[in-house]
């Protein structure tokens, strides 16, 4: 999928950012470094949001837009929109649901869910035309599981009914047409195939990523509205283990460990978990990253003369201090230090500035 | 004694067979084994689907088609069995091991050769009572043939470990030569088996070819022919991104509704061109070989070729696809020079150079796990010396040379282009065959398409898309409410 509007809506005219981190961070590929860039550029709350979509070469993408002085872009590949970029960027967004409705894409697995929600919508509106002659969708076994299993425990509950009102309501809520007509395209039913993302965004004059970005967003929002709603409701049943854990399951594991043993090296903990000791620091990042401070000991793991030196020598834009140059200031720094540093210094700069 | 019409009627709802159904049913009610070649859209998930129906028992169903054979579990839901499952390679260790243990919940079993060739895999599966035992596409068998799976050789021991369950060997098409290497491949003497091998000639298709000076006449002369034939088609590309572009191009320029599709999709987008095609709501599918495995449309008047197939027997596969209704249909294939290069460089490129193999020789383990050096794997595992493979490879390598010289003479043919397909299968004319309405060669096709067209080829009812463009009236049709 092209990628140009990718770096239209998370982009902008104030700081130059990579572009493929920013790419990798909504796909949803954790490095350390990729959720480093996300915390500098304020993405982390979607990160994973786009999982699953394919993007074409981004670098030829990019060199295009450049030709059309869209955005200015450096020999690292880093981005900043120029004033029609920021333009772009308006009309891009105007398209969309405000921005913050992707990020629940990023704790939820929407795009799953989505794939859930079409099926079980084929499946209720055959139903409802008592045809039991058609081609069902193909889904992964188990999701497909369980939308059989839901809909034989479900079929007495005028499941046409609610689907019907679940969505008019809903959509009533969302207040706009092309974003409605975006949502039931989506679906398919009884003598309705829907349209692909392509046609879609032929027909609504944007690019199919606009429309992927729409589907995300349009069905975080449905899911909400779906928790909203009683335990024991048919629709809740669609709804089970789509949550994701914010930090990976194994930063976790190692997280908690280094939390509960103080007592314990980084070196114990490697070979307690079996994995190698630069892992562990990968890990204490990533659980740097995204807890508050209060709960991160950052202390513990930077030393205090290296933090006095690291306070010193910092550079006014922390984010693009690079370790070579730090360690050529302080010849015993250890990158994990490093890092660990910078992730402090912007969280408190992010504290301050909310 | 079954009343296999009434079974008919009872399970799918027709009325009559197709020519061959009821014939192999017959042979498969009888515990005959059977080879049944019938042509493309002859209906051959119907003939284990009705003998699984009134016999009760176990059909599992060997298929090379990973990608498409959810759709193949789709296609049996829609007519009407539930209990159908596929296993691949494609799914994640948690779901084969689900699968696995629930074997004997299914009735239908689709599953790879890879699969299969698991001593794991078919352990369970030899704790099943196998009622029937299906081969699909069957010429994978064959090492001449272009489509050689290796794991299609196991197949044989395979039978041996499931206690030779009654076997139903299907393919669309296939020489004699491959006919007889299907048998003994398989372990079978001639005389075990029942062959049902129904004529390739398809009257109601009007065959066609056109040789243009270059890429851009091909071009304006395929753009000119979408523009007005009537009724749904399928042109079909050697490569995805060929097919995408043109899609674009041509639902551009010719007023009809045209999309791409290919193995390549996602499945979402794919069972929604799918269904839309179904449903008449598109004109024109641009494709390549990987469509219409699933798909079971009566009414596409017309296939077109935009690249030279690899030979007559996938070209006779493919054109197949169009005049399932037996109304008149068009059989076109468009050609310039370059075509034939780029065949014979898909053809040298399909196997590996001389120095690769000897790397691969010198390092076998590199064979593992790699699709693309599945074949060589299998030679490898046979002992075959490095100088036997690279005879063997210059062999096969030749053979499809010969069958793409064999498409290039059709295209090239100035006598009648039915006589010339035929004699490939030692098959002739019917003499009932209306000779204006036979092939290009009989009849002017070229100066007169357009006559041709009005003639013969049916229009499908236009379905407006834009109809139903209100969100409110979506809803309200997508679900029937009672009240």
Not at chain 1, 24 to 35: D, K, M
Not at chain 1, 144 to 171: A, R, S
Not at chain 2, 98 to 119: C, G
Request: hydrophobic letters at 40%.
């Amino acid at each position: 999928m092209n990628s140009a509007d990718l770096f239209f809506i998370f982009c902008d005219d104030q700081q130059f950012r990579r572009a493929k981190a920013i790419k990798n961070i909504l796909i949803g590929r954790r490095t350390v470094s990729n959720l480093y860039w996300a915390l500098e550029y304020n993405l982390l709350d979607y990160v994973d949001s786009l999982h699953g979509i394919n993007f074409d070469d981004i670098d030829h993408t990019l060199h295009r837009l450049q030709q059309q002085k869209l955005l200015l872009l450096d020999d690292q590949m880093r981005v900043k929109l120029t004033t029609s970029g920021m333009m772009k960027r308006q009309q891009i967004l105007s398209k969309l649901l405000p921005l913050k409705y992707l990020k629940i894409a990023s704790q939820y697995d929407v795009s799953r869910f989505l794939q859930r929600f079409v099926f079980a919508t084929q499946i209720v509106s055959e139903y409802s035309y008592s045809n039991r002659k058609y081609y069902p969708q193909s889904i992964s076994f188990f999701e497909d599981q369980l939308i059989k299993k839901w809909f034989i425990q479900n079929k007495g509950q005028q499941l046409p009914e609610l689907f019907h009102q679940l969505l008019t309501d809903f959509l009533n809520w969302v207040n706009r047409d092309d974003l409605a007509t975006i949502l039931v395209e989506s679906l398919s039913g009884h003598h309705f195939s829907g349209k692909t993302e392509e046609q879609i965004s032929n027909q609504q004059q944007v690019s199919p990523l606009v429309i992927q970005i729409c589907w995300r967003q349009l069905y975080s929002c449905l899911l909400l509205e779906i928790f909203k709603k009683k335990v024991n409701e048919p629709l809740t049943a669609l709804t089970t283990n789509l949550r994701r854990p914010i930090i990976s399951n194994s930063s976790r594991q190692t997280y908690d460990l280094f939390i509960h043993h103080p007592e314990e090296s980084t070196a114990i903990i490697a070979s307690k978990r079996r994995i190698k000791i630069t892992t562990v620091y990968e890990h204490l990042i990533e659980a740097a990253i995204f807890l508050p401070i209060s709960q991160f000991p950052f202390q513990r793991l930077i030393n205090p003369q290296i933090m006095d030196k690291l306070e010193f020598n910092q550079p006014a834009l922390l984010g693009e201090w690079s370790y070579r140059d730090a360690v050529n200031k302080i010849p015993q720094l250890q990158f994990f230090e490093f890092r660990l540093y910078q992730i402090l210094r912007r969280k408190q700069v992010n504290g301050k500035s909310t | 004694m079954v009343n296999l019409l009434d079974e008919l009627y009872k399970y799918f709802g027709f009325r009559q067979f197709r020519p061959g159904q009821e014939q192999v049913i017959q042979n498969l009610i009888a515990r005959h084994h059977t080879l049944a070649v019938l042509p493309t859209g002859g209906g051959k998930t119907l003939l284990y689907q009705l003998y699984g129906a009134i016999s009760h028992q176990r059909v599992v169903i060997v298929s090379p088609l990973i990608s498409l054979m959810q759709d193949q579990v789709s296609r049996l839901q829609y007519l009407g069995s539930k209990h159908v499952v596929a296993l691949t390679s494609t799914l994640d260790f948690k779901q084969r091991w689900a699968i696995l243990t629930h074997l004997q919940d299914y009735q239908f079993i689709y599953v790879s050769p890879e699969m299969l060739s698991n001593p794991k895999v078919i352990a369970y599966f030899r704790q099943l009572s196998v009622g029937l035992f299906v081969i699909d596409e069957a010429h994978c068998i064959s090492e001449w043939g272009p489509d050689f799976r290796p794991d299609y050789l196991r197949l044989g021991q395979i039978r041996e470990q499931l206690n030779r369950p009654l076997t139903l060997m299907m393919t669309a098409t296939a020489t004699q030569q491959i006919q007889k290497d299907i048998l003994s491949k398989l372990g079978f003497a001639s005389q075990d088996v029942q062959k049902v091998v129904l004529p390739v000639d398809r009257p109601n298709i009007f065959l066609s070819a056109k040789m243009c000076e270059n890429q851009k006449s091909k071009n304006q002369l395929l753009q000119s022919l979408v523009s007005k034939l009537n009724g749904a088609g399928i042109i079909y590309f050697s490569s995805k991104s060929q097919a995408e572009q043109t899609a674009l191009t041509l639902n551009r320029q010719t007023g009809k509704r045209v999309m791409a599709y290919h193995g390549g999709m996602d499945s979402q987008p794919r069972f929604r061109i799918q269904q839309q095609f179904m449903n008449d709501e598109i004109d024109v599918i641009c494709a390549t070989s990987a469509f219409g495995m699933g798909i079971d449309k009566d009414n596409i008047r017309f296939v077109i070729h935009y690249h030279l197939p690899s030979s007559i027997q996938n070209y006779v596969q493919e054109i197949g696809r169009c005049g399932r209704d037996q109304q008149p249909s068009l059989a076109i294939l468009l050609y310039e020079p370059n075509d034939h290069y780029l065949q014979t460089h898909l053809i040298e490129n399909n196997f590996p150079e001389e120095g690769l193999l000897q790397y691969l020789y010198q390092h076998p383990d590199k064979l593992t796990g790699n699709d693309a050096f599945k074949v060589i794997k299998y030679y490898y595992d046979q002992h075959y010396s490095f100088e036997k493979i690279q005879k063997t490879f210059r062999l096969i390598q030749q053979h499809r040379l010969t069958e793409l010289n064999e498409m290039l003479a059709y295209v090239e043919a100035t006598g009648c282009r039915r006589a010339s397909i035929l004699s490939h299968f030692n098959e002739q004319i019917s003499p009932t065959l209306n000779p204006k309405y036979c092939c290009d060669h009989h009849y002017d096709f070229w100066r007169s398409w357009e006559t041709f067209n009005d003639q013969y080829l049916k229009k499908t009812p236009i379905t407006n898309l834009k109809s139903r463009s209100n969100w409110r009236t979506i809803l309200d049709r997508l679900f029937l409410l009672k009240n």
